[in-house]
């Protein structure tokens, strides 16, 4: 039996992370059983025809050149005391230090309809082959469930490509989780105007069909039914159903073991080290705790996969860095619009009880005398009584992350709005708004101006 200091179980960011810190200072094996390592953020642009799938699959040789040996199976069961991982190819191989980085598979909720063909997540090389080949075979109609970015970009690539798309997401506003509802309204309506119709403030309960899907009954007594192509008369699924409505932890590794999970995932120490000695973790595999309130939230994003990963890696070579928690920091792309967020919302800070003050800014992208100045609108949330920032979103048409990233960094250094009106920026006709205003210092007065007029 083949014996390893370090077995990393599951071969996405989190896994090619640790082969790169790892692999050329210790014996190392990465299992994984797909043929390709997936760049995930880049599926909704093959379904849309932008990229061909192989662009989506990173090469082997990330893993390979690292120093790391990478075996192309699944681990069937851990034996923990022993330190053994059974694989599905019938061999065992041993380890003295074992990291589950299995990651998150789509939530497809349980109600009836869902086995049908034509209903599926979307993750996987195989559920983006499937989709396309059911687009290729003539589907007419697709339906989205969840609003989050992930949906919003699959039900934007779906309708680009002709299909009559319906977007349905619990909450009564898109990217839920990211954005306020004013934050998004502009992409809302950009949304419609392309022919997608949005189902907000709405539950699918049941999909129903002979074989494959054709209906898909919501909570409000809705049906939205899936009619053929009269002119190919095709007789393939006529629609798609894709639940694109939360991940789900892979952790059936250690489900009966000693290794303890909580309701997000596998329970881990700012170490990333889990509850059994020599058993670590990260990445969508995990539950974690949101840096800001320390509560246990969702953060199931490779913008959090890749640093907890990081920290593992250096610890395991003799350092001690600990991780702080979910900022989630996180953007998608919207028509022409370009949506950003970071930290909480006000809706969720006030669902979480925090009395929030906000505020919002807005300037143009370039100077506004210049060719191609854009609108860019910011909105920041500060905690009333701490006086820190917590939250930031940002809508434009230009690219909005490297503003997300100063003001998570922000929040990260626990930052008060007083601190954040003496930022110091650099402007520049074609890159900024006039020297006269910032768009982050802009929003910060405000708040500063409310707070201490209370
Ligand atoms: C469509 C889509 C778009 C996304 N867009 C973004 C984005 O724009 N920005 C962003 O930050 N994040 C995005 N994400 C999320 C991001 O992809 C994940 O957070 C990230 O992949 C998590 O990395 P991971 O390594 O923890 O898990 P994964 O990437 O899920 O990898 C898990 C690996 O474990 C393997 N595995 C599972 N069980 C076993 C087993 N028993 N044996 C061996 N191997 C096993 C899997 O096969 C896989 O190789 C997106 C996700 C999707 C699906």
């Known amino acids: 039996m083949d014996r390893y200091q370090i077995v990393v179980i599951g071969g996405?960011?989190?896994?090619?992370?640790?082969?790169?810190?790892?692999?050329?200072?210790?014996?190392?094996?990465?299992?994984?059983?797909?043929?390709?390592?997936?760049?995930?953020?880049a599926m909704p642009y093959v379904v849309e025809g932008i990229l061909p799938i192989e662009k989506t699959f990173k090469k082997d040789e990330l893993v390979i050149d690292a120093g790391a040996e990478l075996i192309r199976s699944a681990a069937r069961k851990i034996d923990f005391d022993n330190k053994v991982v059974h694989l599905e190819n019938s061999t065992d191989i041993g380890y003295d230090k074992i990291i589950l980085a299995t990651g998150a598979v789509p939530f497809i909720p349980p109600i009836p309809g869902v086995e049908l063909d034509g209903v599926l997540g979307f993750k996987t090389e195989e559920d983006m082959r499937a989709i396309n080949r059911m687009v290729e075979n003539g589907a007419t109609g697709a339906v989205v469930v969840g609003a989050g970015a992930i949906g919003v970009e699959l039900a934007q690539a779906l309708s680009n490509k002709g299909l009559d798309v319906h977007l349905v997401d619990m909450f009564d506003s898109i990217m839920p989780n990211m954005a306020d509802p004013e934050m998004v309204q502009e992409a809302h309506v950009e949304l419609e105007a392309s022919g997608l119709t949005m189902h907000l403030g709405s539950k699918v309960v049941e999909v129903k069909g002979e074989g494959f899907v054709s209906d898909v009954l919501l909570e409000n007594g809705e049906t939205i039914h899936f009619g053929r192509d009269e002119e190919t008369g095709a007789d393939e699924c006529p629609g798609i159903v894709v639940f694109a409505a939360g991940m789900k932890p892979v952790v059936s590794l250690v489900e009966g073991s000693r290794v303890k999970t909580g309701r997000d995932g596998i329970v881990v120490n700012d170490r990333m080290e889990t509850s059994v000695p020599d058993v670590y973790a990260v990445g969508d595999c995990i539950q974690f705790t949101s840096g800001i309130t320390g509560e246990v939230i969702s953060g199931k994003l490779a913008t959090n996969a890749v640093p907890m990963s990081k920290i593992l890696g250096f610890n395991l070579l003799g350092q001690d860095r600990r991780y702080k928690g979910y900022y989630n920091g996180a953007a998608t792309k919207i028509g022409k619009y370009f949506i950003g967020g970071t930290g909480m919302s006000e809706r969720n800070a006030r669902q979480a009880g925090i009395d929030v003050v906000t505020g919002d800014s807005e300037v143009t992208t370039k100077f506004p005398i210049m060719p191609g100045a854009k609108k860019l609108r910011l909105k920041l949330v500060a905690n009333r009584s701490t006086r820190k920032v917590i939250g930031a979103q940002?809508?434009?048409?230009?690219?909005?992350?490297?503003?997300?990233?100063?003001?998570?960094?922000?929040?990260?250094?626990?930052?008060?709005v007083s601190e954040l009106t003496t930022l110091s920026y650099a402007a520049q006709p074609y890159q900024s708004y006039f020297p006269a205003a910032n768009l982050v210092v802009m929003a910060a007065e405000k708040i500063l101006t409310k707070l201490e007029h209370e």
Do not use: H, W
Request: hydrophobic share 40%; glycine share 6%; net charge neutral.
């Open 12 to 41: 996405g960011p989190a896994g090619i992370t640790l082969a790169k810190i790892l692999g050329k200072r210790k014996s190392m094996a990465v299992v994984r059983p797909e043929n390709f390592s997936m760049v995930y953020c």
């Open 394 to 416: 940002i809508a434009s048409e230009e690219p909005v992350t490297d503003k997300i990233d100063l003001l998570t960094f922000a929040i990260q250094k626990e930052t008060e």
